[in-house]
C-alpha cells in the first residue's frame, strides 16, 4: 500500500494539477492574516472555513490525475480497486495535512496575538477535520462515483453551499460553531464524521470503479 500510495503521489507530483488549490490556500491565507486577525480561535475560523472547499477541490484532483484507462491498468497492477481506492483516499487524506499543517501555523508566525500549544493543537484538528471532509466530499463528486467533469463540478460546488447553509448538522458546521461560541467540545464527534465521510467515498470508489471503468 505504501508503494502505491507514493507511486500515486508522484503522478499527482508530476502532473502539477495539486499547485491551483495549493496556491490558492496560500493566497487566501496571505490576505486573511495580513492584519490581526483577532484571538487565537477566532483567528482559526476563516482558515477552517477556507480549507474546507480547497480540500474538496484537491479531493477532486487526486481522484481524476490518471484517466479512466490508466486506473483501470493501476487497479489491475495493484490488486483490485479497493488496493487503489484506499491509496487515493490516503493520499488525499495527506494533502489534507499538508493544508492544516500550512493553516495552523501561519496565524501563528504572523498573528500579534499569542497562541498557546493547547490552542495550536486544538486548531490543527480543527483545520484536519474539515480538510477530511473536504476530501470526503471531493471524492464522492468525482470519478468513478460522478463520471463527467461538469456534474462533478457542479456537485461538489452544491454540496460545500449547502453546507455552509447547513450549520452543525455537518461536521464543517460543528467547527465552525464551536470556533464562534469558543468551545469545541464536538471536536470529536466532528473528527470521527470526516474521517467516515473519507471511508465512505473509498468504498463507493471500490464498488463504482469496475462497473464505469
Excluded at 73 to 78: E, H, I, S, W
Excluded at 114 to 136: D, I, K, N, R
Aim: charged fraction near 10%; charge should be positive; proline fraction near 6%.
Amino acid at each position: 500500500m505504501v508503494a502505491l500510495v507514493k507511486y500515486l503521489a508522484v503522478d499527482l507530483l508530476r502532473s502539477q494539477r495539486y499547485l491551483p488549490p495549493l496556491l490558492l490556500h496560500c493566497a487566501v491565507l496571505g490576505m486573511m492574516f495580513s492584519g490581526d486577525a483577532g484571538d487565537a480561535l477566532f483567528a482559526y475560523a476563516g482558515s477552517c472555513a477556507l480549507i474546507y472547499p480547497v480540500a474538496a477541490w484537491l479531493g477532486v484532483v487526486v481522484a481524476t490525475t490518471e484517466d479512466p484507462i490508466q486506473r483501470t491498468v493501476t487497479a489491475v497492477t495493484a490488486g483490485g480497486w479497493g488496493r487503489i481506492a484506499s491509496a487515493q483516499a490516503l493520499l488525499a487524506a495527506a494533502g489534507a495535512v499538508v493544508l492544516a499543517v500550512i493553516a495552523t501555523l501561519w496565524p501563528v508566525a504572523t498573528n500579534p496575538h499569542l497562541f498557546s500549544p493547547a490552542v495550536v493543537g486544538l486548531g490543527a484538528v480543527a483545520h484536519l477535520v474539515c480538510g477530511l471532509t473536504g476530501v470526503g466530499v471531493g471524492m464522492l463528486c468525482s470519478r468513478p462515483v460522478v463520471v463527467r467533469a461538469g456534474p462533478s463540478l457542479l456537485a461538489v460546488v452544491a454540496i460545500v453551499a449547502v453546507t455552509f447553509k447547513a450549520g452543525q448538522a455537518t461536521p464543517v458546521g460543528v467547527v465552525l460553531g464551536g470556533l464562534a461560541r469558543q468551545d469545541l467540545g464536538g471536536l470529536p464527534v466532528a473528527a470521527g464524521a470526516s474521517v467516515l465521510l473519507v471511508v465512505v467515498s473509498a468504498l463507493a470508489a471500490w464498488r463504482l470503479g469496475p462497473r464505469r471503468a
